[in-house]
């Protein structure tokens, strides 16, 4: 885990001894359900200004990428993920000049599929093997900074 939170995220190892009143697992439960988007009362009042308030950017999204995978059904949504985690894993291994990973992960996290995979083909014609990590680093943050603009998405950490 990075940064300062303690949070393991909702139903990560050791969330119930962390945050044992957390009113949206709690509820979950109680219900047998393992996503609130399989509740009739989805969204409740439980989420109100969920989306403007929390601190954490993996919110911003959390209601459009609920309705994803009641659309796509949840081992499609999970498949995406994971490629979205790996996508991760490559700009942050090939392209992260040391001052990246949070715009990475940002980046990731808010843009659509699409438009990562976009991202990630025209960074691959821009570099070339061997070529410096620096210069590299540059095209991606271009790149990527680019897409958010066009689609009018913040990279920019909040603050609460």
Sequence with gaps: MDGASKC?????EGFLTKHPTCGVLSCS??????YCYQC?????????????????????????????AR????????????EKIAILEDLRTEYDDGRCKNLFCMAVNLLEMQDVRSVMEQIARETQPGQPKKE????AV???????????I????RKK
């Design 8 to 12: 393991p995220g909702c139903a990560g």
């Design 29 to 34: 439960q109680r219900k047998g359900l393992e």
């Design 40 to 68: 009739e009362e989805y969204p409740c009042k439980k989420y109100d200004g969920a989306d403007q308030s929390d601190s954490f950017i993996t919110h911003l999204n959390q209601f459009r990428d609920m309705e994803r």
């Design 71 to 82: 659309a796509l059904g949840i081992e499609a949504y999970q498949t995406e993920l994971d």
């Design 136 to 139: 590299k680093s540059a095209v």
């Design 142 to 152: 271009r790149l990527i900074r680019n897409m958010a603009e066009q689609r009018g």
């Design 154 to 157: 913040s990279l920019r950490l």
